[in-house]
């Protein structure tokens, strides 16, 4: 498992992991051990939520990518980091890239972005990495890529205190706005935004989609 610069060579299809606003790639550790036991190849990606747009982040994005020697390429989103991959791969495309989960990613624009955005102290928590949330964004990408949709329904964390919006969801993204248009499939689990990036069942989920294409039912 990689937590900096991507090397080596490998047979392993690898699994790239994006943390989300505020966080460091650190706390996709223990969702990546677990995938790391699958056999996957994992690599962290970090950036700055806060100090660099999405499109600069995803540019790094590509970057990284590109130095993974890998046959085959998964990526794994949470919140604004599912927003920023699929950035990255709209705007530079892998071939490479098979499937992709985004867990609790805003992909249809972010209510609680809205609220925070409204305020001077919001604007400050938002910076620059989240603002393009306010509206949804485009984030097409290559039909051939495989996307599936995890949501939580759990509402419980700072985003549900800050910024509390009506609706089903993880306390700080709204399970229909991780609704994304070319999801091959999509699943809500009972667990709150930055909860299940610890779960078990998150994992097996995450797991079962990289090996068939689907969520475990």
Same mark, same amino acid.
């Given at each position: 498992? /990689? ?6 060579? /490998? ?40 100090? &660099? #747009? ?53 992909? &249809? ?5 809205? &609220? ?38 759990? &509402? ?42 610890? /779960? ?11 090996? #068939? ?5």
């Amino acid at each position: 498992m /990689s937590a900096g610069t991507p090397g080596g060579a /490998s047979a392993r299809e690898a699994v790239v992991l994006l943390h989300g606003l505020w966080m460091n790639r650190f706390i996709m550790l223990p969702l990546a051990r677990r995938l790391a036991a699958q056999g996957y190849a994992t690599h962290l990606f970090g950036y700055p939520s806060l100090a &660099r #747009d999405i499109d600069a982040n995803a540019a790094s994005l590509a970057r990284f990518l590109g130095a993974i020697e890998a046959p085959a390429l998964h990526l794994v989103g949470h919140s604004l980091g599912g927003v920023t991959l699929l950035a990255s791969l709209q705007a530079r495309p892998d071939p490479r890239v098979r499937r992709v989960v985004l867990l609790g990613a805003p992909v &249809r624009g972010a209510a609680a972005v809205r &609220r925070l955005l409204a305020t001077a102290w919001g604007r400050a928590l938002v910076g620059s990495g989240a603002r393009r949330l306010a509206a949804p964004p485009s984030l097409e990408v290559d039909p051939r890529i495989e996307i599936g949709t995890l949501a939580g329904t759990r &509402r419980l964390g700072m985003a549900a205190m800050l910024a509390p919006v009506a609706g089903a969801g993880d306390g700080a993204v709204l399970v229909e706005e991780t609704r994304h248009p070319q999801a091959r499939d999509a699943i809500a689990l009972r667990v709150s935004h930055s909860g299940m990036l610890f /779960s078990p069942e998150v994992a097996r989920q995450v797991a079962h989609f990289l090996q #068939d294409g689907r969520f475990a039912r």
